[in-house]
C-alpha cells in the first residue's frame, strides 16, 4: 500500500490479500513455503504499482502537450542591445543570454536610477559583480518579467575581462567573524567576544564595506582638502602625520542597522542580517579634522548651513565613490574630536578599516566615518553620495518601497541609546546556581551611559547592572560601557533576560521593535531580549 500511495500521490484503500495458513518450522518461524507464497502476492502489488507509475507518466506527458508551449523570443545582437541606453530609446540589458527591457523598471530601480543605468546597453554581471544582493532568486524572477529577447547564439561571449571579479584584492579575514556577505564583505565578531574586553581587537571589529576594497600605495596617496573661494590643501601620507599633533580617542563606532535581524522577524526589511556585532570600540589615532582645515584656511565659525563631505577611495563600477558628510560646525568643533585617522589600537589602519586613512566621527553613525579617504570638501550642501542622501534615513512603520521618500527625512547622524546582552547566548542551557549576564551600552552624541536595567523575566522586575570602567568627560563619552549582572537563578525554570540603557538625557531604549520598525532596518535599539533554560 506504502508503494502505491508513493507513486500515485493517494491513499488507495487496502487490497484484500489471501489469506492461507502459514506453515512453521521447527524454530517458530516462518517456513521457506510461506514465503513463497507471499511471491506472487508481492510481484502482483508490483506490477500493479509500475503500471498506476506509468499511468500517471502518460497523464503527465499529456498536460504538457496541452500547455501552450513557452513563447519564442527574438534575437538580438549586442551591438542591438548597444543602441537602447538612454529611456528615450528604451533600457535594454542583458544577463546571460537574456536580453531585458527595464525601462519601465529605472525609476523604481531601489539603489537608483543612475546606478542601473550605468549597465544600460550592456551586461549586468559586472555590476552586479559589486553587489552580490543581486544574485538571489527573486531578483533573477521579477527580472524575468522584463525579457524581451534572447541574445544571438552565434556571437562569441565577452572577453573574460569584462566580468572579472572586482574584489578579487580583497584582504584575507579572521575565520572566526560572522559573515553576512562576501562581496562586499561584511561581517560581525561572535557576540559572546564583543563584552570579552573593553578595546575590541583589529581582526574581530565589525567590517562594513559598501565596495570593494581598494589598493592602496601609501607612498603616492595624496589627501584633498577642498572648499569654496579656491581654498585647498593636498597632503601626503607623511605630511598629516608630521605637520599636524597626533591626537587619539577611544570611540565606539556601529553601523545603522546594527540589530537588524530583529527588527525582520517582525516584517522583512532590506539590508544586511546584522545581530548584536555590528559594534566595536577602538583607540583612535591621527590628525584632528579641525587642525587640518584651520591650517587650510576654513574658519573656525561659519554663519548659515555649511558641511563637511567626505569621499573615499573605493568607487562603483562607473567610478563614483562612498561619500558622506558631517555638520560644520561638528568637525571644527574643539570638543567633537573628529579624526582623520591612521591609526587603529596602536597600529596601523588594517586595510578592510580604512588605510591608509580613514575619518572617525565619535558619536555619530559609522557610515559618516568614510574610509580610504581621498578628498575632504566644504560645501553648502549635504554630501550629494547615495548613501547620505538615499539610505541610512529612518521612517515611520507605516512608509514602504511603494511610498518612501527619502528627501523628507534627515540623513542618520548622532544614534540613539543602545545595549545588548552578550553572555548568556539566546537558547543556550544554563547551570543552577549564580548566573552571569554580560553585555555593552552605548549612546550616540556623546551621551554618558548612566545605567543598565537587566530582567530576568521579561520585564516584570528590574535590577541594576555593574557597569565597569572608568567615568568618561561629561559630553564626550564617545566610547561604550561593558556591563554585567549576577544573580541566582532555581533549576527547572526558563528565564527570558532583558536588558535597557539610560543616557544622561534619560533617554531609555523602547520596549518594542514593532513601534520603531523601519524598511530599512535602521536605528534598531529596543529592549534585547534572550531566553535560556537553567539546567539541574
Not at 339 to 356: C, I, K, Q, S, T
Not at 432 to 458: C, I, M, P
Not at 461 to 472: C, D, H, I, N, Y
Request: charged fraction near 25%.
Amino acid at each position: 500500500m506504502l508503494l502505491l500511495r508513493a507513486v500515485t500521490g493517494r491513499r488507495l484503500p487496502p487490497l484484500p490479500l489471501p489469506r492461507r495458513p502459514c506453515s512453521r518450522s521447527p524454530t517458530g518461524s516462518p517456513a521457506a513455503g510461506g514465503r513463497r507464497g507471499a511471491a506472487p502476492v508481492l510481484a502482483a502489488l508490483l506490477g500493479l504499482g509500475a503500471a498506476l507509475a506509468y499511468g500517471e507518466r502518460r497523464r503527465r506527458v499529456a498536460q504538457a502537450a496541452q500547455a501552450p508551449p513557452p513563447p519564442r523570443f527574438p534575437l538580438y545582437t549586442r551591438e542591438d542591445v548597444g543602441r537602447h541606453r538612454t529611456p528615450g530609446d528604451r533600457v535594454w540589458v542583458t544577463h546571460g543570454t537574456e536580453v531585458f527591457d527595464v525601462t519601465d523598471f529605472v525609476e523604481l530601480h531601489p539603489g537608483g536610477a543612475d546606478k542601473l543605468l550605468l549597465a544600460a546597453g550592456g551586461a549586468l554581471e559586472p555590476f552586479w559583480a559589486l553587489y552580490g544582493v543581486h544574485n538571489q532568486p527573486h531578483v533573477l524572477e521579477l527580472l524575468r518579467e522584463y525579457k524581451v529577447g534572447e541574445l544571438d547564439p552565434q556571437e562569441a561571449p565577452p572577453a573574460p575581462a569584462d566580468i572579472r571579479d572586482p574584489f578579487a584584492g580583497d584582504p584575507p579575514r579572521h575565520p572566526g567573524l560572522r559573515v553576512n556577505s562576501q562581496k562586499p564583505f561584511n561581517a560581525e565578531p561572535p557576540a559572546e567576544l564583543l563584552a570579552e574586553r573593553f578595546l575590541t581587537p583589529n581582526e574581530l571589529f565589525f567590517t562594513r564595506n559598501h565596495l570593494p576594497v581598494p589598493a592602496v600605495d601609501p607612498e603616492t596617496y595624496r589627501l584633498r582638502v577642498e572648499g569654496p573661494g579656491g581654498v585647498s590643501l593636498s597632503l601626503s601620507l607623511s605630511e598629516l602625520r608630521s605637520r599636524f599633533p597626533k591626537h587619539e580617542v577611544t570611540a565606539t563606532l556601529q553601523c545603522a542597522g546594527n540589530r537588524r535581524a530583529e527588527m525582520s522577524r517582525v516584517r522583512p526589511v532590506k539590508g544586511l542580517p546584522w545581530d548584536i556585532g555590528a559594534i566595536g570600540t577602538a583607540r583612535w589615532g591621527g590628525a584632528r579634522l579641525r587642525d587640518v582645515l584651520l591650517h587650510a584656511g576654513f574658519p573656525a565659525e561659519r554663519e548659515g548651513e555649511w558641511h563637511v563631505c567626505f569621499e573615499g577611495l573605493d568607487v562603483d563600477a562607473g567610478g563614483a565613490p562612498y561619500g558622506a558628510s558631517i555638520p560644520y560646525a561638528r568637525a571644527l568643533s574643539a570638543g567633537a574630536d573628529v579624526l582623520l585617522a591612521y591609526e587603529m589600537n596602536g597600529r596601523e589602519l588594517p586595510r578592510d578599516h580604512g588605510f591608509p586613512v580613514r575619518v572617525v566621527v565619535p558619536g555619530v553613525v559609522g557610515a559618516r566615518s568614510v574610509k580610504w579617504l581621498r578628498r575632504v570638501a566644504v560645501s553648502a550642501a549635504e554630501s550629494p553620495s547615495h548613501w547620505q542622501q538615499n539610505d541610512y534615513k529612518g521612517f515611520s512603520p507605516c512608509v514602504d518601497w511603494d511610498t518612501v521618500d527619502y528627501t523628507t527625512a534627515p540623513a542618520i547622524q548622532e544614534l540613539p541609546v543602545q545595549s545588548a546582552i552578550t553572555q548568556p547566548r539566546p537558547g543556550a542551557a544554563v547551570p543552577a546556581g549564580e548566573l552571569t549576564v554580560k553585555g555593552y551600552a552605548w549612546s550616540g552624541g556623546g551621551r554618558e551611559v548612566v545605567r543598565v536595567d537587566v530582567s530576568l523575566d521579561g520585564g516584570r522586575s528590574w535590577r541594576v547592572a555593574r557597569l565597569t570602567g572608568e567615568r568618561p568627560v561629561p559630553g564626550r563619552a564617545w566610547a561604550w560601557r561593558l556591563w554585567e549582572l549576577r544573580a541566582p537563578v532555581a533549576a527547572g525554570t526558563e528565564l527570558e533576560i532583558v536588558c535597557k540603557a539610560v543616557d544622561g538625557s534619560y533617554n531609555v531604549q523602547p520596549d518594542g521593535v514593532a513601534a520603531i520598525w523601519n524598511l530599512r532596518g535602521v536605528l534598531s535599539n529596543a529592549w534585547h531580549r534572550v531566553r535560556v533554560t537553567v539546567t539541574r
